[in-house]
């Protein structure tokens, strides 16, 4: 079981957006995509979720050529955040989280509950009845995970459940960072497949089980943290010069830019 693309070769117009692209999305780990801008990372993740056609390649989801699966079933195993979400309704912070729960036949009490926790794992409780558009932009990126958590909060019996999310820390602060990580973290450790389009190559370090570099439209290597945080690598793909040494206090890579 897992989510996976192989071979992913997409031309749009005359550009090639991927070139020759696999990856495999495992339950139980997380991923990040990782690389410099323009690289390819979005593209892959819409690839991934659904929105491109016209790509040549394989895609499938938990055994089944991807598109054995209705729009309604995979909404219920497959959340996806995007990198930007743009509503200007004056909803609740409490009304969008629960649009996450659209693709659930659950009862309203239920539904609730859902919205509830995972408005606890984001800290956003005190924000609940808040209207969305009020919201500061950490707190709008925080309520939009808090949509995709609830979307894919419990087993459907539908097969192990992923998180697509694209720079789900661009907006947050440092505190933020760590705890939506964290719970991101803690849902693979209960079996879900997580992919995270980061920058910030020490968050990714800390929590990805598997760093997956792109650029050039192309995987340029793929592995652990410490397999794959090389300098000489780091700079080439970033076009500057970068130190890793250990860190001081825990078991990983630091990545250094100058
Ligand atoms: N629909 C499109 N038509 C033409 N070019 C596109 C299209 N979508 C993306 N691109 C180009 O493909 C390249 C990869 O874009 P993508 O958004 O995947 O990059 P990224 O790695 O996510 O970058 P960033 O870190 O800046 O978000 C970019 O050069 C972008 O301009």
Redesign the pocket.
């Known amino acids: 079981m897992k989510l996976s693309a192989t071979r992913v070769n997409l031309m749009?117009?005359t550009?090639r957006?991927l070139s020759d692209v696999s990856i495999d999305v495992q339950p139980g780990k997380m991923i990040a995509l990782v690389?410099?801008?323009?690289?390819?990372?979005?593209?892959?993740?819409?690839v991934l979720a659904g929105e491109y056609t016209g790509f040549s390649g394989e895609l499938s989801l938990n055994r089944e050529r991807y598109h054995h699966w209705n729009s309604a079933q995979r909404a219920r195993i497959l959340g996806v955040l995007p990198?930007q979400s743009s509503l200007n309704f004056p909803f609740s912070v409490e009304e969008v989280v629960l649009m996450g729960r659209l693709p659930h036949l659950t009862s309203t009490p239920h539904n609730m509950a859902v919205v509830s926790d995972v408005l606890e794992r984001v800290d956003l409780t005190h924000l609940a009845n808040q209207a969305y558009p009020s919201l500061s932009g950490g707190e709008k990126q925080r309520v939009h995970l808090a949509r995709v958590l609830a979307q894919v909060w419990e087993d459907t019996g539908l097969g192990p459940r992923y998180f697509l999310l694209?720079?789900p820390t661009s907006a947050l602060d440092l505190c933020h960072q760590h705890q939506v990580l964290r719970q991101v973290k803690e849902l693979t450790r209960q079996g879900v497949g997580a992919l995270a389009?980061l920058?910030d190559l020490n968050l990714a370090a800390s929590y990805a089980d598997e760093l997956v570099f792109?650029d050039q439209?192309s995987v340029q290597a793929k592995g652990q943290p410490q397999e794959v945080l090389q300098p000489a690598l780091l700079s080439r793909i970033y076009n500057t010069v970068v130190d890793v040494i250990p860190h001081p206090t825990q078991a990983r890579p630091l990545v250094i830019a100058s």
């Open positions: 749009v117009g550009k957006l690389g410099p801008n323009g690289a390819g990372k979005s593209t892959l993740l819409k990198q694209d720079e389009v920058h792109m439209a």
